[in-house]
């Protein structure tokens, strides 16, 4: 039983390979549709789904997808459910489980993330389903003031009840304590409360007893405010979050897959390249990216069925320039492929 789950958790974090975060809630995905004006219908969201999935050759840059619920139960076209779509090119169906940050009670300006109930039967289900690991988003709010210890233990805690849950289903759980670089804190601020929600996570998940070496970390880097007005550059950025990392997550979490968190997508491949560039490290550390694979996917396709190919390409080559900043090796000039391919 671990085997199964060690093995998958390494195969997540393969040389070269990360993860396409495409766990969009039909509130989220519907706020992406909105800014290239397309209609978030069903069949809108399954025809940009398979858009990606069937996108050629992506599968040697990426290990796994994390789908949403009503994703894993689609199919392509020609009536092939996405996740048997998805094994056939050996690229790992996931699945995000939790049910959103709701305000937390007795917090102001401060969530917890809901889902624990049922938990069990629906990991059961999602297992049947083809899913091989999950998803569980929690989020901490940087001001003078917060997070709270109060916030940053009962996401802790809430984040291990599920990891645990995750293995007993041979589920590999992705945790993902996100803290938001939305303010004007300096990076030292971010690299003080990344560590506190890093501590109790791992005091947590030890104390469920869940196995890490069965687990990947998916945290934010530790970034400046995206309002701040010095913010800290790219080897600096790669500095802190190894800091941060070096102290906290234990070396037998075989990976760290990040969010980019609203980065722009180069500056996310720039900030991972920056941080393998200064390895080797006890952890593979890779990517787990919506917006930052995304973005640049959305525009390119516009909801027109002309520029199906085009959207590929534009995901094909951020795949390709995040698999180069894996092993340190990804150069701006690379970018230049983009136009050109
Ligand atoms: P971003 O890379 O857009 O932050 O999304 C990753 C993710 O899965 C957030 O939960």
């Keep these: 039983m671990a085997t199964e789950l060690h093995e998958t958790a390494r195969a997540l974090v393969a040389e070269g390979k990360g993860i396409l975060a495409a766990d969009e809630s039909t509130g989220t995905i519907t706020k992406r549709f909105d800014s290239i004006g397309l209609e978030s219908t069903e069949e809108n969201r399954r025809t940009y789904r398979e858009l990606l999935f069937t996108t050629p050759g992506v599968e040697e840059y990426i ?49 917890i993330t809901e ?10 289900e999602y297992y049947g389903l083809g899913a091989r690991f999950a998803k569980w988003r929690a989020t901490y709010t940087i001001t003078d003031s917060l997070p709270s210890e109060y916030c940053i233990w009962t996401n802790a805690h809430a984040l291990a009840r599920y990891a645990a849950l995750c293995q007993e289903a041979n589920i590999v759980p992705i945790v993902e304590p996100e803290v938001l670089m939305d303010g004007t804190h300096t990076i030292e601020r971010a690299y003080h409360v990344t560590s506190r929600v890093l501590f109790a996570l791992y005091t947590e998940l030890f104390d469920q007893r869940v196995d890490v070496a069965g687990s990947l970390l998916k945290p934010n880097m530790v970034l400046s405010g995206y309002e701040a ?16 990392f070096y102290k906290h997550v234990p070396a ?90």
């Excluded at 894993?72 to 699945?95: C, E, H, M, N, Y």
């Excluded at 007005?229 to 941060?244: E, F, H, M, P, Y």
């Design 115 to 124: 889902g624990l109930d049922g938990l069990r039967g629906r990991l059961e």
């Design 229 to 244: 007005s010095n913010r800290a550059g790219i080897d600096d950025v790669a500095d802190w979050s190894l800091k941060c």
């Design 63 to 111: 290990s796994g997808v994390i789908l949403y619920d009503e994703t894993i139960r689609q199919s392509a076209l020609d009536g092939t459910p996405f996740p048997k779509l998805l094994a056939a090119k050996g690229v790992i169906p996931g699945i995000k489980v939790d049910e959103g940050a709701k305000p937390l009670a007795h917090a102001e300006g401060e969530t």
């Design 252 to 341: 037998a979490v075989p990976g760290i897959v990040f969010l980019s968190g609203g980065q722009s997508d180069k500056d996310a491949t720039a900030h991972l390249n920056a941080m393998n560039a200064k390895g080797p490290h006890p952890w593979q550390l890779s990517f787990s990216y919506g917006r930052a694979l995304q973005a640049p996917t959305l525009k390119a396709w516009g909801g027109k069925p002309a520029n199906v190919e085009a959207g590929q390409r534009a995901y094909y080559h951020r795949a390709k320039m995040n698999s180069a900043a894996r092993t340190g090796m990804y150069a701006p000039e690379l970018e230049r492929e983009a136009v050109t391919a």
